[in-house]
């Protein structure tokens, strides 16, 4: 069996992966043990799976809403193989086998089906989308397949929004039903290699380098409702979102450890931010300054800036208008 997150083989009778953690199969409500899509009963203890064994959503066209399916199947041919920058979101219900032996397992099916529901609109909000379910949780990506040079922040306001969402649903659960349901969360950015896109929504992503790894770690490591990042995605929201510092943490096959941090909460004003050294864009701030010089002479130029999302494209022109002055429009 490979992992369906990160794609790295398991041993035998392993029920999480040893590179990223992800859970390696779904498991029943009743017994947790492993059940494969498509079971109706549980081999172990008879109980009913319902339609799904995970969550209820067999198909992503079922969830995934028809302006973000759209636009994913209008692109998916120049998406395959290509490399991308993205925000890997992971999600995981606290408590969740405590959960399962309290409860009938079609009661189990049904909290957990509205739980996803809440998750789903919260990323599909940002235009995130659900990569795997993994039986008490979800792994989501930003940035991929739809773009966006900000999907670091997309992603940590849609975690922010996911736990705003299932605390009020916690509040609702433990009233009516004395249920603590409480979820945790882990974010990190990094490459992903975006591969076949099927016609119902199915999708392959294979991590480049720990980019998966480090993203389920953070999760591991968050406490009951936390949400915890690395410190890559720190690097691209700190202006956007108050932080906590969690130390530093030690994951699987890696050298060094990892520096945490907590996402607080959405600053209500970002401060203003120093622009770092342009370095680098010598040669493509000549091809814009020879066009121009060219203009000036009455010729008429048309230039194309083309690059991937983040690559600074934007700084880019943003630094020749500085050089052009007010006089040019």
């Known amino acids: 069996m490979h992992c369906p997150s990160c794609g790295t083989p398991s041993v035998a009778g392993a029920k999480f992966c040893q590179e990223c953690g992800a859970q390696l199969a779904a498991s029943c409500p009743g017994c947790a043990a492993a059940v494969s899509a498509g079971q109706k009963f549980c081999a172990g203890c008879g109980a009913r799976l319902a339609s799904?064994?995970?969550s209820g959503f067999a198909s992503p066209q079922g969830y995934t809403p028809p302006h973000l399916a759209e636009r994913i199947l209008k692109e998916r041919a120049a998406?395959?193989?290509?490399?991308?920058?993205?925000t890997v979101l992971f999600a995981d219900v606290s408590g969740f086998t405590r959960l399962s032996e309290r409860l009938d397992p079609e009661e189990v099916h049904?909290?957990?089906?509205r739980a996803f529901e809440l998750m789903l609109a919260e990323i599909h909000r940002y235009e995130g989308t659900v990569n795997q379910f993994l039986g008490d949780g979800l792994m989501a990506l930003?940035?991929?397949?739809?773009a966006h040079e900000d999907h670091?922040?997309?992603?940590a306001l849609a975690a922010l929004g996911m736990r705003s969402a299932l605390a009020a649903y916690q509040g609702e659960l433990a009233l009516t039903r004395g249920i603590d349901f409480r979820v945790r969360m882990g974010l990190n950015t990094g490459l992903v290699v975006v591969g076949a896109i099927g016609d119902n929504l199915r999708m392959d992503y294979t991590a480049v380098g720990d980019t998966t790894n480090v993203a389920a770690r953070m999760q591991q490591t968050a406490e009951t409702g936390?949400?915890?990042?690395?410190?890559?995605?720190?690097r691209l929201i700190e202006a956007h979102f108050e932080l906590r510092p969690l130390g530093t943490v030690t994951v699987k096959n890696r050298t060094e450890p990892v520096v945490a941090w907590s996402l607080e909460r959405a600053r209500s004003e970002a401060p203003p931010r120093p622009l770092s050294p342009l370095l680098g864009r010598a040669e493509a701030l000549g091809a814009l300054?020879?066009?121009a010089e060219t203009a000036r002479t009455g010729r008429g130029r048309a230039v194309y800036v083309v690059g991937e999302p983040g690559i600074g494209k934007s700084r880019l022109l943003l630094k020749r208008r500085q050089r052009l002055g007010d006089p040019v429009t």
């Open 52 to 54: 799904d064994a995970v």
């Open 79 to 86: 998406l395959e193989g290509e490399r991308k920058q993205v």
């Open 110 to 113: 049904g909290l957990m089906s």
């Open 142 to 146: 930003f940035g991929a397949p739809v």
């Open 152 to 155: 670091a922040r997309r992603a």
């Open 226 to 234: 936390q949400i915890a990042l690395a410190d890559a995605t720190r």
């Open 289 to 291: 300054e020879r066009a």
